[in-house]
């Protein structure tokens, strides 16, 4: 059997690209967990879309984000505790000599030499042409070192659809009362900081920010009192964005369909 004339060939083009169209189309909602960072380095940055997972962008919004891994055990010396020279999660800390713990397969954080230049705030921004319903993330450690000698402190998770604010969750504290230390107990009072799963929900939602502040008598600062935090167990719902087809593509479907009836005309033995 054999086709011809001009419409033929244009209803070939039509479907050709008009499938072709059809399968580039964004992937339905998905739900997605990143708690696996061993394939990074300790100290390796992680910052870049696509770098820890295809559809988000981790950013230290003032510093770098890295992997960190939980350190190794306390060992007993002539100066007192030490650490084992494998300390990875000791990027947590200024001197090198700090132990924190609560990692499986590894975290992220910001990292400095100072302690006084850490602030610990971050932005995950969704790949463009999806958005997210919901977002989470596990904060560690976050708690048990009055850095600074704060009094109140709030941790705040902000969901943005464009400019406009979705959803917020925060947490609150005193610095002379808080404790968090990420390997506590499920029966400890430290569990509330050390441990905390922070989220939001809400619709068409293309970032999220974690921010920090706290009060130092009547000064606010706007960082984490506790510079020496790790996050963790980062996950999302992610779906196509609701965004209208380009006229080109409408166009390409019209070509197509016309094309189509004039190929079922046109056909001869």
């Known amino acids: 059997m054999q086709f011809y004339s001009w419409n ?26 990143v708690d696996d960072f061993s394939q990074f380095g300790a100290g390796e940055s992680i910052e870049g879309m696509g770098t820890v997972h295809e559809l988000l962008d981790i950013d230290a919004i003032y510093g770098e984000a890295v992997a960190i891994f939980e350190g190794g055990a306390k060992v007993e010396g002539e100066a007192g505790w030490g650490v084992k020279e494998n300390d990875t999660w000791s990027y947590q800390s ?113 970032y999220v920010e974690l921010t920090f502040d706290f009060m130092k008598g009547d000064d606010e600062h706007y960082k984490s009192f506790d510079p020496f935090i790790g996050f963790d167990s980062l996950s999302f719902t992610a779906e196509a964005a609701d965004v209208p087809e380009p006229t080109s593509a409408l166009a390409v479907l019209a070509v197509g369909a016309v094309g189509t009836a004039a190929l079922k005309r046109k056909k001869i033995a």
């Not at 033929?8 to 050709?16: F, N, V, Y």
């Open 94 to 206: 200024n001197t090198g000599t700090r132990i924190n713990g609560g990692t499986n397969l590894g975290g992220f954080s910001e990292v400095s030499t100072s302690k006084n230049n850490r602030n610990n705030s971050f932005r995950f921004t969704f790949k463009e042409g999806f958005v997210a319903s919901d977002f989470s993330l596990l904060m560690l450690d976050y708690g048990d070192y009055n850095a600074f000698g704060a009094g109140e402190h709030n941790v705040y998770l902000t969901a943005f659809s464009g400019d406009q604010q979705v959803s917020r969750s925060s947490l609150s504290g005193n610095g002379k009362e808080s404790q968090g230390d990420a390997t506590a107990g499920t029966d400890s009072s430290a569990t509330r900081f050390g441990r905390t799963n922070l989220s939001v929900q809400g619709e068409g939602i293309t």
């Open 8 to 33: 033929s060939k244009l209803a070939l083009a039509g479907l050709t690209v008009a499938g072709a169209f059809a399968l580039q189309q964004p992937m339905q909602a998905a739900s997605y967990t």
